[in-house]
């Protein structure tokens, strides 16, 4: 079997699939529509969210194997973070049609090209630690896709989040090179804090990453049974894709298509037939969605446990435990007194908030599009 | 009696001296060494804190009778904001000496140039309210002046501040022209809550504005008794101003004054010897020492109690009751869940604290000195 390979080799026929998309409200002022989250480095780490994806990727699905999905308008800053993505590894859309038309294009395109393979989804804004841990899950993953599931990564869940959707998971699959890999019993949407707290304690429910793993023809019958006209679409764009109709075609199809999340369109119903396996992931994974997970992830700056996403020299602290500033203009920002405060600084807005109210940002957003200040979202 | 003329008509024999010094820490980063309060139009009253003071006393003093006092590095901005001042009628010092030196200089050279008349001091960055008020205080205290008295306007107090000193009143002073006037039993510091309950209950204390109207000959004479030596140095200073040898003396003299206030060197003194009394004024006043001061200042900009110290357009405020705002960069403000904030954005520097804190944003002050960031004072 090919996924005994030795860990450090890229898996054969594999190809992995980076759904670059989302503005990313929340993170308003520094995620704008025309620069979202995945641009932008968010943990201080180096990299943009989008290379440390391709990075973490690369050595699994090697040089040629990591194939981004994205909006036109975002084709060439993704080219100038990621120099090496080769010509055809980059799908660009005409619009947003959400995960399911992403990643079945993807399938369609690249089942096209190279015949059934094997296709992993992994969303370019995410953050993960654990490089090696994040490896053998995918591996183990593959290991189930190939023998026909649609398979996820179920992150441990650390604390009882209302801000993630949950997998539940049941008997052990019982497939070769997937000895931890369980049946999925379902999925759920965000629950309430009461209902997350005994999801933690059940020991049967783990974060939904939005990881799907599955053979291209698997993934794509679902697709064909569950939503037939999305599939012959998306199958359509793939015919004319790496041909010179292609422009022609996504303008005669590409709007039309579904708007629907691969979760609601494939996973689920497949998963209430006894399709989807999940793969237990024990690495630390965040969707980084507000500036309180933001928080979570940033290193303390100080033994007040104040975060810094930035130069510590351009922020200026004074009895504020707990605080979140951004300083992403080059000005001096001092904060006073004012513990849990986030204060996000750029060239031409300013957000002052709490960590509490990180999740009611988009509020802000919607606030500033009433203002008719669309040049600064 | 001159102060029985037309309350329209300016006061004969009457000088008016502002004072313009001292740099707002504590409005910290609106305020800064080189454009302090004064230069500031703090209450969106179209005119800075200057410019309205210099408005409030021509009709008491005449045209020619507003005298300024400011570091010499202020004399540029002083005159573009005042253009109708004439060349005698700014007073530049070398340095910053306190009040004592800037006012003492001031009766020094009006005496020399016009003989004994009143002069009355008032700060260049208070607000006041209440102009037919202020001018009939004025008016009695000159009466009162021409009587003797070292005279100050002691206004009502409307709340137990603890960020202002006080002045303690007794008997009728008696004396015509000044029917409200009262003797000065003494000075108080700032007190703690305490005691500023205590006087505003027990009726006898109000607030010491630091206005002081007197007599020059009668001034000068206090500050002979007092402080020999800064009244000899003075008169030095004085006899050279308007001749040729005006900066060689002030090079030689100035850089030894005593640094003193006016409350310190004669008006503490001078009340323990029954020399000082006080007209009750009635007009709204204010020094503007901090945001939260500021903040009671100005209109209220909703039903929320929020405040915006420039153009309401530039900020967004969501469930904020009761912030201040100060956008000052250009820049859209935001504000999300946070009552009582103050956020004061400049160009170079942004202060997100509380209105609680308000007094103690010269910690900041003092942090940024720390940092090396000078170029921000």
Not at 280 to 306: E, K, M, Q
């Amino acid at each position: 079997m090919t996924s005994a390979a030795a860990p450090s080799s890229p898996i054969d026929d594999f190809f992995a699939v980076v759904p670059a998309g989302g503005s990313g409200t929340r993170l308003w002022p520094l995620s704008r529509g025309g620069e979202p989250k995945f641009l932008h480095d968010l943990v201080g780490s180096g990299m943009s969210l989008l290379q440390a994806t391709e990075h973490r990727l690369r050595p699994l699905a090697g040089p040629d194997g990591v194939i981004l999905v994205t909006g036109e308008q975002h084709v060439a800053a993704c080219r100038a973070q990621l120099p090496g993505l080769s010509e055809s590894a980059v799908l660009a859309e005409p619009s947003p049609r959400e995960s399911m038309a992403a990643i079945g294009l993807a399938a369609a395109v690249l089942e096209k090209r190279h015949g059934d393979v094997v296709i992993g989804s992994f969303a370019a804004d995410h953050v993960i630690h654990g490089t090696r841990a994040f490896d053998l899950a995918v591996r183990e993953a593959v290991a189930a896709a190939r023998a026909g599931y649609v398979t996820t990564v179920g992150i441990a869940a650390s604390r009882p989040s209302v801000a993630f959707g949950y997998v539940r998971s049941g008997e052990p699959l019982g497939v070769e090179g997937a000895p931890h890999t369980l049946h999925v019993r379902g999925f759920t949407e965000k629950p309430d804090a009461a209902t997350a707290r005994l999801y933690l304690a059940s020991g049967e429910y783990r974060w939904n990453a939005g990881m799907f793993v599955s053979r291209t023809s698997v993934l794509l019958g679902h697709l064909a049974e569950q939503r037939p006209e999305l599939h012959d679409s998306l199958r359509l764009v793939a015919d004319a894709w790496d041909t010179s109709r292609r422009a022609a075609v996504l303008a005669d199809v590409w709007p039309g298509l579904e708007k629907i999340a691969i979760d609601h369109a494939v996973a689920e119903p497949v998963a209430a037939a006894g399709g989807v396996a999940v793969v237990p992931g024990t690495f630390g994974w965040d969707d980084v969605g507000d500036y309180n997970s933001l928080a979570v992830l940033l290193p303390s700056d100080d033994d007040s446990g104040a975060k810094v996403l930035g130069n510590p020299a351009d922020v200026l602290r004074i009895d504020s435990a707990g605080s979140v500033v951004v300083p992403a203009s080059g000005r001096l920002v001092t904060v006073l007194g004012l513990d849990d405060v986030v204060v996000v600084d750029t060239p031409d807005a300013l957000l002052v908030t709490t960590r509490a109210r990180a999740q009611q940002v988009k509020n802000v957003v919607e606030a500033v599009r009433a203002l008719g200040r669309e040049d600064l979202l």
